[in-house]
């Protein structure tokens, strides 16, 4: 295993990451300071001269600030957008206001997809018992429905905001201007797997309910297209998520990190998903968003190195999304005792207070806390 002197990465990266002196996500970064983002703005544009018949794109969300970010952005560039959104089960209170809000105030046709609770919920269990992951099922068809939406609708763009392999660890070039693909799904997003690989021999699914969690046919995609801005807009995620406060977005408090715009409104982002992510990868999320920071300048690697110590220290409640998932009292204790075996000392609810280096607190402003957790307004499921 191989450390960057730079940031907190080290060879082990889920994505894959190379390390010299430098590592690859660093050394790409340098690159957002020599690009003329003017001419690579006018590129985009030229590539979207093309429109469609009711849509130019459609615009994929979650609901959290980088979503705001986005449709100003396509807004800005005079395109008609559909906003396309899966419904993931996990909102609260703040995210069901972000999400309806967004659509509000940018004044956007929208389609909400509700899936199949009781299949979902089966992926989820199966996602669970065999990756130690929870979203894969929401991630799955996040990145899938939007697509066959484009592919039914004629709509020729999809943009997506930050490419996670370019703006984390490097793997491309801004210059390469990789675009979304059935290949960078799976390899990036999904972690290396698909529906296919999902369901296995273990999930008690028929097949024909999972439609929308498979990739269109490549044959059948035509010439439709998935942009990534992060190729075009000099990206620094913190610093644009602040500024959509001015569009009614409401940033959420979380015990797991200080970023307070990255999925806010979820109920399992920062409790059980960090705990599994931890699990599966060795670090927490804070230790993305502090590598994002110390790249940007607004923080040191010494003292990114003492926060991710403080944060890792942040107890997380596992408890209410297994009792949403269907666990019985004591499966949930059985559970506990064999698959999080360890990190026992990070199950329950405390609150931390954690000085911010000021760089980085001056732009972490109006942060809620939710007042319902598991809001699950959908098909076959009661408020």
Same mark, same amino acid.
């Given at each position: 295993?191989?450390?960057?002197?730079?940031?907190?990465?080290?060879?082990?990266?889920?994505?894959?990451?190379?390390?010299?002196?430098?590592?690859?996500?660093?050394?790409?970064?340098?690159?957002?300071?020599?690009?003329?983002?003017?001419?690579?703005?006018?590129?985009?544009?030229?590539?979207?001269?093309?429109?469609?018949?009711?849509?130019?794109?459609?615009?994929?969300?979650?609901?959290?600030?980088?979503?705001?970010?986005?449709?100003?952005?396509?807004?800005?560039?005079?395109?008609?957008?559909?906003?396309?959104?899966?419904?993931?089960?996990?909102?609260?209170?703040?995210?069901?206001?972000?999400?309806?809000?967004?659509?509000?105030?940018? !004044?956007? $046709?929208?389609?909400?997809? /509700?899936?199949?609770?009781?299949? @979902?919920? =089966? #992926?989820?269990?199966?996602?669970?018992? *065999?990756?130690?992951?929870?979203?894969?099922?929401?991630?799955?068809?996040?990145?899938?429905?939007?697509?066959?939406?484009?592919?039914?609708?004629?709509?020729?763009?999809?943009?997506?905001?930050?490419?996670?392999?370019?703006?984390?660890?490097?793997?491309?070039?801004?210059?390469?201007?990789?675009?979304?693909?059935?290949?960078?799904?799976?390899?990036?997003?999904?972690?290396?797997? !698909?529906? $296919?690989?999902?369901?296995? /021999?273990?999930?008690?699914?028929? @097949?024909? =309910? #999972?439609?929308?969690?498979?990739?269109? *046919?490549?044959?059948?995609?035509?010439?439709?297209?998935?942009?990534?801005?992060?190729?075009?807009?000099?990206?620094?995620?913190?610093?644009?998520?602040?500024?959509?406060?001015?569009?009614?977005?409401?940033?959420?408090?979380?015990?797991?990190?200080?970023?307070?715009?990255?999925?806010?409104?979820?109920?399992?982002?920062?409790?059980?998903?960090?705990?599994?992510?931890?699990?599966?990868?060795?670090?927490?999320?804070?230790?993305?968003?502090?590598?994002?920071?110390?790249?940007?300048?607004?923080?040191?690697?010494?003292?990114?190195?003492?926060?991710?110590?403080?944060?890792?220290?942040?107890?997380?409640?596992?408890?209410?999304?297994?009792?949403?998932?269907?666990?019985?009292?004591?499966?949930?204790?059985?559970?506990?005792?064999?698959?999080?075996?360890?990190?026992?000392?990070?199950?329950?609810?405390?609150?931390?207070?954690?000085?911010?280096?000021?760089?980085?607190?001056?732009?972490?402003?109006?942060?809620?806390?939710?007042?319902?957790?598991?809001?699950?307004?959908?098909?076959?499921?009661?408020?």
């Amino acid at each position: 295993m191989a450390e960057c002197k730079k940031c907190l990465y080290n060879t082990k990266h889920p994505f894959g990451l190379s390390v010299n002196e430098t590592c690859s996500g660093c050394d790409t970064h340098e690159e957002k300071y020599s690009i003329d983002w003017e001419k690579r703005r006018e590129k985009l544009e030229s590539i979207l001269k093309k429109r469609g018949k009711r849509y130019d794109c459609v615009v994929p969300v979650v609901g959290d600030a980088e979503d705001y970010y986005i449709l100003s952005k396509v807004l800005e560039l005079g395109l008609n957008p559909l906003v396309v959104s899966v419904n993931d089960y996990f909102k609260n209170d703040i995210g069901w206001h972000n999400i309806h809000n967004l659509i509000t105030y940018f !004044d956007v $046709d929208s389609i909400m997809f /509700n899936p199949d609770i009781r299949v @979902y919920k =089966d #992926l989820i269990r199966t996602s669970l018992r *065999k990756f130690d992951h929870i979203l894969l099922p929401f991630l799955t068809l996040h990145t899938s429905f939007p697509v066959h939406i484009a592919k039914e609708r004629n709509i020729p763009f999809l943009i997506w905001g930050q490419n996670q392999a370019v703006e984390q660890v490097g793997k491309f070039s801004h210059y390469d201007s990789v675009e979304m693909s059935e290949w960078s799904r799976k390899e990036h997003d999904l972690f290396r797997t !698909d529906i $296919d690989t999902l369901i296995g /021999n273990g999930a008690q699914v028929d @097949y024909r =309910d #999972l439609n929308y969690y498979k990739y269109p *046919k490549i044959s059948s995609l035509g010439k439709v297209r998935g942009l990534y801005l992060s190729n075009y807009f000099k990206w620094d995620p913190l610093k644009q998520n602040h500024s959509t406060l001015k569009f009614g977005f409401k940033p959420q408090e979380n015990r797991s990190s200080f970023d307070i715009y990255e999925r806010a409104g979820s109920s399992v982002y920062y409790e059980f998903h960090d705990l599994l992510k931890l699990k599966r990868v060795g670090y927490r999320k804070v230790r993305d968003h502090l590598v994002r920071e110390i790249r940007h300048g607004r923080i040191s690697k010494e003292e990114a190195i003492s926060l991710e110590e403080k944060y890792s220290s942040s107890k997380v409640d596992v408890r209410r999304f297994l009792k949403w998932l269907g666990s019985t009292k004591s499966g949930i204790e059985w559970f506990i005792m064999h698959r999080l075996k360890g990190f026992e000392d990070l199950i329950g609810e405390s609150e931390i207070e954690i000085e911010i280096p000021k760089e980085i607190d001056k732009l972490l402003l109006k942060a809620e806390k939710p007042g319902r957790e598991f809001i699950t307004i959908g098909k076959g499921v009661s408020i």
